[in-house]
């Protein structure tokens, strides 16, 4: 499996899993995103059981320094998205570099 | 926002589709975006932001019930970070503003 995951792959996984056409797929995968970002710009939660939960948190303005300068400049009060994975994605991958996979493709030790 | 209502939300959109092709696309999309990070992998959504593994490492921890210090071995956490179109849109609808 790729190593990095796209909108692409994403699309292709509707097409082959679920058998929904391609132009549709990709279609599906935008709204998916643009859909949890209306949410998300509406001010509200996010919960996607057995992945996680996006929300919005107010972050209230504080001093700041300008790396460069050292001058003191206050940080705007701003409104940031936060992610918490669901315990079922933290366990998934907490030890992933621990499990063995596809051993025959190890480089043979000679 | 929860999965459900998302399913419906597009489910509306995609009314064209099947209920249980939306239901099952939802479904595919969370299990191949967890089994991504799961092997070790990213993910790249333009616009909307990057989920990628930060490592913490090895610490001392205590069983809180028992107060015995226990080994807790390193392990890997998954780490969001929005992208610039998600940052400044949910930014530009704070309170003030919209």
Redesign the interface.
């Known amino acids: 499996m790729a190593a990095e995951l796209t909108k692409a792959e994403m699309t292709e996984a509707l097409v082959e899993q679920v058998g929904i056409p391609r132009a549709e797929a990709k279609q599906l995968v935008e709204c998916f995103f643009e859909t949890i970002t209306e949410r998300l710009v509406a001010g509200e939660t996010v919960k996607l059981s057995g992945f996680g939960v996006f929300e919005v948190r107010d972050k209230p303005q504080r001093p700041g320094r300008n790396p460069r300068t050292g001058e003191v400049v206050p940080i705007e009060p701003r409104r940031v998205v936060t992610f918490h994975a669901s315990n079922k994605l933290k366990e998934a991958v907490a030890h992933h570099d621990l499990v063995e996979r596809n051993p025959e493709r190890e480089p043979a030790v000679v | 926002?929860?999965?459900s209502e998302?399913i419906a939300?597009?489910a509306a959109?995609?009314s064209h589709?099947p209920r249980q092709?939306?239901d099952?696309?939802?479904r595919?999309?969370?299990r191949?975006?967890?089994?991504?990070?799961?092997?070790?992998?990213?993910?790249?959504?333009?616009?909307?932001?990057s989920?990628t593994?930060h490592r913490r490492p090895p610490r001392m921890g205590r069983n809180p019930k028992t107060g015995e210090v226990v080994a807790v071995?390193a392990?890997?956490?998954?780490?969001?970070k929005?992208g610039k179109?998600?940052?400044e849109?949910?930014?530009?609808?704070?309170?003030g503003n919209n």
């Open positions: 926002m929860t999965r998302l939300a597009l959109r995609f589709l092709d939306v099952a696309a939802v595919v999309l969370l191949t975006m967890r089994d991504t990070l799961a092997q070790g992998g990213r993910i790249e959504i333009r616009g909307f932001g989920f593994l071995p392990k890997w956490a998954p780490h969001f929005p179109t998600l940052r849109r949910v930014d530009a609808a704070k309170s």
